[in-house]
């Protein structure tokens, strides 16, 4: 009797452990925003709210399109990649410049697919 009291302690002491140790790491991850927002000064300040430039609301005005092949860019192009990258970054940016594919794109994924679907039905030997 006295060996299953005593693994009953046991048991209990490991229980208690695991569990203190848990509510310490949520404690600490609790503490990750705090941290975060004290070293993170810019997101503390209120954002400015984004105005639409005049430029952006001309662009869908314009009957001309875009690009017409040559290779000059229009103004109206170059200012909706700039909305564009701004869109996805939040930083400040420069585009220097703007090439465009000319070559087709190889769909190199699709031609290893078949390739694979290929070579996966091996050709059975006819009989003679």
């Known amino acids: 009797m006295e060996v299953f009291i005593y693994s009953l302690e046991i048991s209990a002491i ?6 203190l140790a848990l509510v310490v790491i949520a404690f600490i ?44 860019l229009t103004p109206e192009l170059i200012v909706a990649i700039s ?6 970054i939040d930083q400040k940016f420069r585009i220097k410049a703007v090439r465009y ?13 078949r390739a694979t679907m290929m070579a996966s039905h091996a050709i059975k030997p006819q009989p003679k």
């Open 83 to 88: 909305a564009a990258v701004s869109t996805v």
């Open 29 to 72: 991850l609790g503490l990750f925003p705090i941290i975060d927002s004290f070293f993170n000064k810019a997101a503390t300040q209120p954002q400015q709210a984004a105005q639409p430039s005049p430029q952006a609301t001309t662009i869908s005005q314009m009957g001309k399109p875009l690009f017409d092949g040559d290779d000059e």
């Open 14 to 19: 490991g229980i208690t452990v695991v569990f």
């Open 101 to 113: 594919r000319r070559t087709p794109l190889q769909p190199n994924w699709a031609m290893q697919g």
